[in-house]
């Protein structure tokens, strides 16, 4: 699934983007960075590139619009107006060159410029995203620092196990138990979408930034804040829970790794308190694998909010790129993956130069 | 206000009013009809608007584009149409024009009435309507729907308020049926472009709306806001609400809750059989139901079938023998009630009930002449044309174009057909856009497909199956079928048009080129203080009797 | 004297005799979940009262979303099938899954590990860039795409395992693929190599001895992780509506999607029995794979009262801390 154990694997593994180190190496930070700048290209060439004949194996926009109700002939005659049948290859290169030109074009199901359509789903999966992380952030490092205070005890393995069985639970199975028992029994929280008709007609009127609780506060319209709010409790818990286990898994077995480091041992020898101990020496070290994951997070977690998107009607990317696949949109697919792409090589970009800043080993 | 959900919006709505307002003004800026833009919004006194959820998507809103009905679900409100059908009736009558009529077998005139408008002021008249079918034919959209006009010429205009459309045959008795539907809505020549799709942005912007509403807020495919439209002047009654806003869902259940808590007031399109069950036992809601036009069934491929014309034992009569068996074992009654509780209900013939000529040719013919199934009858039928049983018969549905019942639907026509013993069924299903190249490639010997008329007239359930060249490609032909399904698009007598459409289904009944299963009714679910909900034959859920 | 040494060394048993504490019951738990898992999977036909496709016995249609009942223990669902009977069955389609996938993504990214890592060059250079772009993409998106190129044909049991096994694989290769990578890259400068050459055997063979038995530590530990993601994959797919139709398989995601309506609707057993089902699935298999990484790892390893070697504990810890670096080569 999307929030993956990628980082427990990545306890075992290593923190994956560190790839091609012999590009770096003997370099010094500007190289380093200049050479990681440069790796963000081939990335997301690949996955375009991969999409691109992935979506192409799996038929045309006509026959998933049309297919039940022409005549094979005139689907054909359809299909080749529209080019799509085509030698892939010309189709890829004239793909590629209009990439190039950053001309994502118009959607081919329903005529909406690619760059809007980003624009527009892209905020929504970035305010669901933003809440979920601020959730999981609340949740996951206080805990998992308490269980690694509490190390082997049994506060530790019932945090241990509560964030696997969150890791556990399927997304939309927990969305829709979330949304029978907070919304249908108890009328807390309302069901889906992210906000109310009147309150989504009143931002969208003012052609606002698209992250509602920002055009929300901005309106200066306590009602359109509490609306907004209120609608994003629900799916940013469910996301946030999921990770918020990831996160706690993640500090846990971090903090417990530096702990038992020699100076820790030191410390604990002079005296300093177990709870000091973890507060302020296990801490700081265990910072650089947690940047790492966060940052890798940021990608999963777009994973995961297609699910929590489409449980919650929270119109963002992942719930357009469900929607624009079942009717073969080429365009709009290869446009909503392209900036995926770029979100996670950028965030790996990132994390790799934080990660070099905290610690100079990394770069050689 | 009536219930507690609605207070809690109370004073949402407060606020809602006020930069209702700014946008009226915004709108009405670059026109001289600040009377339509500011229609709705500034006699909210009439009612607050009227919420209505759905799960069907638009397209585009340029009719040129779609070829959908969450399309014209929206088309239908805000763009005006020459004819249409009134409300429970299913003739055709002038909507927007004043007379519609054919002037000679293959001339259609229409006159409009002087002084029309568009909702932003720009003059209505016969050389808009020219413009909007020549750019449909012109821009011939791979996702729009052009291919309904096949029978159109030329469109001339002798004058400002007369369109003559001239037509390829004579007497075409389905064209006015075709101007209510998809090709049939008319734009304004000065705002749409003649030779591409007009985005949607710069239709609302350039308000080029001449339909009962116009849309004075749009939220692609999240929420649209439709104001009433003084200048629309055609046959249907002004807007009785306030305003409509439709708000988009994509789960089914979501929708449901929605209406259940009163966050929308009217659902229409679709939920699922479970959905309705359950809110008809509901007492915060009543449930609407109105005829469908939607029909589910199974097709037989000639070639492919057992014993069919490219199969090693081809055998006309063995083959017949096999696609009466299979009618006389499907349990209609059963289907309609295990997977659809309802919402669906048996079909015995090719039109479905409340089309004039709709018959029930199937059900004497089949089963035990009742509508149900015996089993007896189909072995015999078997036994007497040689057929060797069990008969191993390949099934294909699809899981995700009809609805998500469909699995359900043909997991039991399954197991109807092999409790007998007399069938070995091998059920499949594939994908939809794999399935739509696969069926015309003769790959499924009998397969699922399902039909949402293009218009609303009975011949809509016959063209496009029966005759020789047909969309199926089943390779079905019978040249009296085809003779008399001509025959009966350009009867100009009502009473002998329709016995010929009874008698092409009783021949196809005959055949069993396919195999009628269902029709779906049309349901919309409402909240208790909603009045005016019109579910008829037009299949279209007009919002503007609409009251709360 | 081998004997126990080769028992001892084998993934989950050498742990389970490694663990102590508290450990050791998240790893017994573990161990239990997933055995009663994989003996409803091997059992299915035995312990499931009817077929996963069986819509009526001798009395009749069973009906659909009739409540529980004694013919019925956990009633029947919307399209009229034994709720129990299909989450029993549902056990083996995720195992079939789970075993598809980690067979093929363990194979072949072992295979592409050490070839990758043997050449070199700009071989290399480009598995390392594709496998990382890959791996950095979200895992969802890339099966739901994967899963529409290749159900294209028609869905049976196979294919719908194949579909969603293959998808599934498309984003773990990369996972062992740098495991072994690494590993061989490592392995490749040792002078042993040089020696074996030298005296003529085949360095593909001892290369690929060396690299299993150094990564012994490390790839068990992805295996169940990823046999844990495996299930939640499959159950996302079949809720996206990409899964495995019920007449040709029982998936519990599926289910669960057409339970939907249910649950809205006040049915409870529809969408409980299988959503339990996934949890406690990947509840045992996430419980086995954490206990493991936890004891792979002598840092996080629960100390026992008499410990190991200090020299022990370094050699052990000594490849982990080293990829915990950010460190490949």
Redo the contacts between chains.
């Keep these: ?2 929030t ?3 980082v ?2 990545a ?12 590009a770096a190496r003997g370099g010094g930070f500007g190289r380093y960075v200049l050479v990681r700048l440069l ?1 963000m290209i ?3 060439l ?2 375009v590139t ?2 691109f004949f ?2 192409r ?3 045309d926009p006509i026959t998933a619009a049309l297919g039940g109700r022409l005549p094979a002939d005139q689907l054909a005659e359809r299909i080749h107006e529209a080019g799509y049948d085509r030698p892939l290859l010309v189709q890829y290169l004239e793909y590629l060159g209009q990439i190039l030109r950053f001309d994502f074009g118009s959607t081919i199901t329903d005529n909406q410029p690619v760059m809007t359509v980003l624009a527009e789903y892209g905020a929504a999966t970035l305010e669901l995203v933003t809440y979920a992380l601020v959730v999981a952030f609340l949740i996951g490092i206080p805990f998992g620092l308490v269980a690694a205070a509490n190390r ?3 506060p ?2 019932a945090l ?2 509560g964030a ?2 969150f ?7 927990a969305g ?2 979330a949304k ?1 028992v907070f919304s ?1 029994w108890l009328g807390w929280f309302p069901v889906s979408g992210r906000a109310g008709v009147r309150t989504e007609l009143a931002l969208g009127r003012d052609g606002g930034t698209g992250i509602y609780l920002i055009d929300a506060i901005r309106s200066g319209n306590s009602d359109y804040v509490w609306d907004v709010l209120s609608h994003a409790v629900l799916p940013a818990m469910t996301l946030g829970l999921l990770t918020a286990g990831i996160f706690l ?1 993640l500090v846990r ?1 971090n903090v ?2 530096t ?2 480091m020699p100076y820790i041992d030191a410390a604990r020898s002079r005296g300093v308190s177990e709870s000091r101990l973890i507060r302020t020496h296990a801490y700081r070290p265990a910072l650089i ?1 947690i940047i ?1 994951v966060v940052g ?1 997070q940021i ?2 977690m ?3 909010a ?2 929590t998107e ?1 449980t919650f009607e929270w119109q963002g990317l ?1 719930f357009q ?2 929607k624009y ?1 079942q009717a073969r949109d080429f365009v709009a ?1 290869q446009g909503i ?1 392209a900036l ?2 770029i979100i ?2 950028v965030a ?1 970009f990132i994390v790799d130069i934080i ?1 070099a800043l905290i ?1 100079p ?2 770069r050689y | 206000m009536r219930n507690q959900s609605h207070l809690r919006r109370a004073a949402v709505v407060a606020g809602f009013a006020a930069s209702a307002l700014t946008l009226a003004a915004c709108s009405g800026g670059d026109s001289d009809a600040d009377a339509s833009g500011s229609a709705g919004t500034g006699d909210t006194g009439s009612g607050e608007p009227i919420i209505v959820g759905t799960t069907d998507k638009v397209t585009t809103l340029d009719p040129a584009g779609s070829y959908d009905n969450g399309s014209l679900a929206v088309q239908t409100q805000v763009f005006p149409y020459l004819v249409n059908t009134d409300y429970n009736s299913t003739d055709v009558v002038p909507d927007l024009a004043e007379t519609a009529e054919f002037t000679s077998p293959t001339e259609y005139t229409v006159t409009l009435p002087e002084g029309l408008t568009w909702a932003n002021g720009n003059a209505l008249t016969s050389s808009d309507v020219k413009f909007s079918f020549d750019r449909n034919l012109a821009i011939a959209d791979p996702n729009g729907a052009s291919s309904l006009l096949y029978n159109l010429d030329s469109v001339e205009t002798p004058d400002e308020t007369t369109v003559v459309f001239h037509l390829k045959t004579a007497d075409d008795q389905v064209f006015p049926f075709i101007l209510t539907s998809f090709p049939g809505a008319i734009v304004d020549e000065e705002v749409f472009a003649a030779d591409a799709i007009t985005p949607d942005a710069d239709i609302v912007a350039a308000n080029a709306f001449g339909g009962p509403y116009t849309i004075t807020a749009y939220d692609f495919n999240k929420t649209v806001e439709f104001t009433p439209n003084e200048a629309y002047q055609g046959l249907l009654a002004a807007p009785a609400n306030g305003g409509v806003i439709l708000s988009y869902f994509a ?3 979501n929708l ?2 929605a209406v ?1 808590e009163g966050d929308v007031d009217v659902a229409y399109r679709s939920l ?4 309705v ?2 809110l008809s036992g509901n007492d915060a809601v009543q449930v609407i139901n109105g005829p469908g036009g939607e029909i589910r069934y199974i097709v037989f491929n000639f070639d492919t079938q057992p014993y069919g014309a490219a199969t090693p034992e081809a055998d006309e009569a063995k083959a017949l023998a096999v696609r009466q068996a299979v009618a006389d074992l499907v349990d209609r009654d ?1 289907i309609s009630e ?2 659809y509780k309802g919402t669906y209900t048996p079909l015995y013939s090719y039109v479905p009930e409340g089309f004039a000529g709709a018959t029930e040719s199937l059900k004497d013919l089949y089963g035990d002449g009742a509508g149900a199934p015996d089993a007896d009858k189909a072995a015999q039928t078997l036994a007497d044309a040689g057929v060797e049983t069990p008969v191993k018969l390949s099934l ?1 549905y699809n ?2 174009h009809y609805g ?2 469909s ?2 639907e ?3 026509v ?2 109807q057909l092999e ?1 007998t013993g007399l069938f070995e069924v091998d ?5 939809w ?2 399935y739509s190249e696969d069926r015309t490639a003769d790959v499924y010997p009998a397969y699922q497909l399902g039909w949402f008329p293009d218009y609303s007239d009975a011949d809509n359930y016959l063209t496009p199956f029966f005759l020789t060249e047909n969309f199926l490609g089943n390779h079905y032909s019978n040249p009296d079928v085809d003779e008399m399904i001509l025959n009966q698009a350009v009867t100009t007598d009502p009473a002998e048009r329709t016995a010929l459409i009874e008698q092409i289904q009783d021949t196809v009944a005959g055949d069993l080129s396919t195999l009628p299963l269902l029709q779906g009714a049309q349901v919309a679910v409402a909240g208790t203080g909603i009045e005016g909900v019109t579910l008829d034959a037009s299949f279209k859920f007009r919002f503007a009797p609409v009251t709360k | 004297m081998t004997k126990p040494r080769l028992l001892d060394r084998l993934p989950v048993v050498h742990q389970l005799r490694q663990a102590v ?3 050791r ?2 790893l017994v738990a573990g161990l239990v979940l997933t055995g009663a898992f994989v003996v409803l999977a091997l059992l299915a036909p035995v312990l499931a009262p009817y077929g996963y ?1 069986q ?2 016995d001798d009395a009749g ?1 069973f ?3 009739q409540p529980p009942s004694a013919e019925h223990w956990l009633g029947t669902t ?3 099938y034994d709720v129990l009977s299909r989450v029993i069955w549902g056990a083996r389609t995720a195992l079939l899954v789970i075993i598809v996938a980690v067979l093929l993504s363990v194979f072949v990214g072992i295979l592409l590990g050490l070839v990758s890592g043997y050449l070199g060059g700009w071989v290399d ?1 480009v598995l ?3 496998a ?11 099966a ?3 899963a ?2 290749i ?6 049991m196979w294919s719908g395992v194949f579909a969603a096994a293959i998808s599934i694989t498309v984003v773990f290769i990369p ?1 062992y693929f ?2 072994v990578r ?1 590993e061989v890259v490592r392995v490749k400068s040792e002078a042993f190599i040089e020696s074996a050459q030298v005296i003529g055997a085949s360095t593909w063979r001892i290369m690929f001895r060396h690299v299993l038995r150094n990564s012994t530590r ?1 790839l068990p ?2 295996v169940t ?1 990823n046999a ?2 495996a299930v ?2 499959l ?2 797919l079949g ?4 899964g495995i ?4 398989a029982a998936e519990w ?1 599926f289910d ?3 339970s ?8 409870w057993w529809t ?1 409980v029995p299988p ?1 339990v089902a ?3 699935a ?2 045992g298999i ?2 086995i ?2 206990s493991m ?1 936890d004891l ?2 002598p ?2 390893r ?1 100390r026992r009262r008499g410990k190991g070697t200090p020299a022990d504990a370094v050699a052990q810890s000594e490849p ?1 801390a080293r ?7």
Excluded: C
């Design positions: 699934m999307s993956t154990p990628d427990a694997a306890a075992v593994s290593e923190p994956p983007p560190a790839l091609a180190p012999q790796l081939p990335t997301v690949i996955l991969l999409v992935l979506i194996l799996t038929g082997d005890r049994w530790d393995a241990r196990v696997i069985f890791y556990a639970t399927p997304v939309f199975f829709l138990v029978l249908v898994r077995t417990i790794g702990h038992n694998p790492t890798l990608a999963l777009l994973g995961g297609v699910l489409t992942g790129l469900a696949l697919v993956v995926i792409a996670v090589a790996n990660a610690d080993r990394v | 789960e089914s259940s449901k809750l259940q699922s059989a479970t959905d069950e359950d059963a295990q997977v294909q899981p995700d998500p019942s699995g359900d043909y997991a039991l399954k197991s409790a059920l499949k299903s594939t994908e856009v794999q | 504490g508290l450990q019951g998240m496709s819509l009526a249609n009906g659909a979303q919307v399209g009229g250079r390392v860039v594709v990382d772009a890959i791996y950095a993409f979200p895992t969802l998106l890339l739901i795409v994967a529409i190129a159900s294209g044909g028609q869905s049976g996972q740098r495991v690494a490390t530990v992805i992780l844990a993601e939640l994959t159950a996302a809720f996206l509506g990409l139709e019920p007449t040709s995601g669960l999607n057409k939907i309506s249910d649950v809205a609707a006040g049915i969408a959503g996934i949890i406690l990947v509840l996430t419980l794979g954490e990484n792979a790892d840092r996080l629960a982990v990829e915990e670096m950010g460190e490949v080569q």
